[in-house]
């Protein structure tokens, strides 16, 4: 468990975290809290290198996902810096990256009644 205590303040530097592999080949992340290995709420810094991919998985408790860098993109299109994207629970995709990118995302918290969709796509 890391940082999920959410009554205590956390600040973290990201640029002092080393980048950690993920399951997928050419992702890794910078943790910033995750109450389980590879399951559970997580927050995190992602980052995709060119051509990575993950394969087709799905969210239980849903997804939020801000492109901080690059281009982040599904089979529902393609999405650029400032792009905002609120997956429901239950919600699957296969995310890629062609040129690589860099993302803010939070994991496994939403209620399983709350299957609202949004892309916010910026600049």
Not at 26 to 35: C, D, T
Not at 83 to 112: D, I, M
Request: charged share 20%.
């Amino acid at each position: 468990m890391l940082n999920v205590d959410f009554s205590k303040q956390v600040t973290i530097d990201t640029n002092q975290l080393s980048w950690i592999s993920s399951p997928a080949v050419g992702v890794s992340r910078k943790p910033l809290a995750r109450a389980e290995a590879e399951k559970g709420h997580a927050t995190s810094i992602v980052r995709y290198e060119a051509g990575a991919f993950f394969k087709t998985h799905f969210h239980p408790l849903g997804e939020e996902i801000l492109v901080l860098e690059g281009t982040f993109s599904d089979e529902n299109g393609d999405y650029g810096v400032g792009t905002y994207l609120r997956n429901p629970p239950g919600s699957s995709h296969a995310p890629f990256s062609r040129e690589g990118c860099v993302l803010f995302v939070k994991l496994h918290q939403f209620s399983e009644t709350d299957t609202t969709h949004a892309n916010r796509h910026g600049k």
